[in-house]
């Protein structure tokens, strides 16, 4: 048997004379570039996340950009954030200028531990950037709390996470700013890159708004230096028609996990904890297991797909050597970067393929 990491042809069957003719509809309007289609779905991105505000971007990776740029963030800032993520948490605050401050992360929920922010706050940090990973949000309650004592800018990394809940607000909701991605794999995957940033803050999201088309308002007038992170229609006009099953694929892969916890109890595997407070989307599943490396060579060679996530976490990476981080230092996210294993968990997964899964990991640890 065969058993992929993600199936999008299986989703993609299911709607595939939806989406063409929404993307049709788009080229014989020709309107290419924002329209209708957008302003649609930016409010219902909005209404979905319980915020009043989103403005439809080019990536997630553009999302957090825009953000740090809307909020004048740069040179000289720091932003404090978590190492066990991807790289577009860290690398974005690099690049505006300003400099990533990492702490150790829960290693339960493997986001960014509440309890080790506040020691790390300088008179340099002006934001707090929580990443809700896998598709639990992070502790928000207290992170808030740090943000409100120091007067900083909480940007929610929700890239993962749309729809999740932290004691029954919506990812997004909470911080500043909430950051999404359409990234093909994620539980709302565009047919290419796109993102959405949603916010409460008016006047911010007029900011958000010129910044993703250059700084231009109005047009070829430039009040500021922005970017091209403009979301293209086509990419609305897929999201649209995948919008409705949202909540149905999100249910089917709460079910897929919990079969998955159920069989694995009692033994070597590690399952997702899941915080009292939250409801996971599960954007992946990730495991801990003894001999992860053995673990990985022998899913492979059963054709059964796997992921880790993250293999390196963002210290140790060469392109941050300068902030001279080294090992040792958060022990937490090394050693989670060291057993975590993500599983099949996506929508049209069938019993008999997660039997397979599950068979093929106990064996091996048998």
């Known amino acids: 048997m065969e058993v992929p990491l993600l199936d999008l042809k299986a989703q993609y069957a299911t709607i595939k004379d939806e989406i063409l003719a929404a993307v049709s509809e788009v080229l014989e309007s020709q309107r290419c570039i924002g ?13 979905i996340s319980d915020c009043k505000f989103a403005v439809g971007v080019s990536s997630g990776t553009d999302a957090i950009l825009n953000s740090l740029m809307s909020l004048d963030i740069g040179a000289g800032d720091e932003v404090i954030t978590t190492p066990f993520t991807f790289f577009a948490t860290a690398g974005c605050i690099t690049r505006v200028g300003a400099k990533p401050i990492f702490v150790d992360i829960d290693p339960k929920t493997y986001n960014i531990n509440p309890t ?3 020691s790390a706050v300088t008179d340099k940090t002006r934001a707090i ?15 808030m709390k740090v943000a409100d004592k120091y007067n900083l800018t909480v940007i929610e990394d929700a890239a993962q996470s749309i729809t999740s809940t932290y004691k029954g607000r919506k990812a997004g909701s909470i911080g500043t700013v909430g950051c999404f991605s359409f990234f093909p794999s994620k539980n709302l995957g565009g047919i290419g890159d796109g993102g959405m940033i949603v916010t409460n803050d ?6 958000l708004v010129i910044m993703r088309d250059h700084g231009s308002k109005p047009k070829y007038h430039y009040k ?11 990419q609305a ?15 089917a892969r709460r079910r897929n996990a919990a079969y998955y916890d159920k069989k694995f109890a009692g033994t070597a595997v590690q399952t997702p904890y899941i915080n009292a407070d939250c409801v996971s989307i599960y954007n992946q599943y990730v495991i801990r ?12 060679e059963n054709n059964i797909g796997c992921e880790i996530y993250y293999p390196v976490p963002l210290h140790l990476q060469n392109c941050f050597s300068d902030l001279g981080y080294k090992q040792g230092d958060l022990p937490e996210s090394e050693k989670a970067a060291k057993e975590v294993l993500a599983l099949p968990v996506f929508p049209e997964l069938t019993d008999e393929m997660k039997d397979y899964v599950i068979e093929t990991i106990l064996s091996f640890l048998a």
């Open 116 to 118: 080790l922010i506040e």
């Open 289 to 300: 297991v003894p001999r992860r490396h053995e673990m990985v060579t022998h899913l492979q």
């Open 35 to 47: 329209g209708p289609k957008v302003a649609e779905l930016e409010e219902k991105i909005a209404q």
């Open 237 to 251: 006009a897929a999201l649209l028609v995948k919008l409705p099953h949202l909540n149905k694929w999100t249910e």
């Open 129 to 143: 950037m929580p990443v809700h990973l896998f598709g639990q949000m992070a502790d928000m309650d207290p992170i």
């Open 224 to 234: 500021y230096i922005g970017g091209n992170f403009r979301l293209d229609p086509i």
């Open 202 to 207: 008016e006047q911010l999201y007029n900011r």
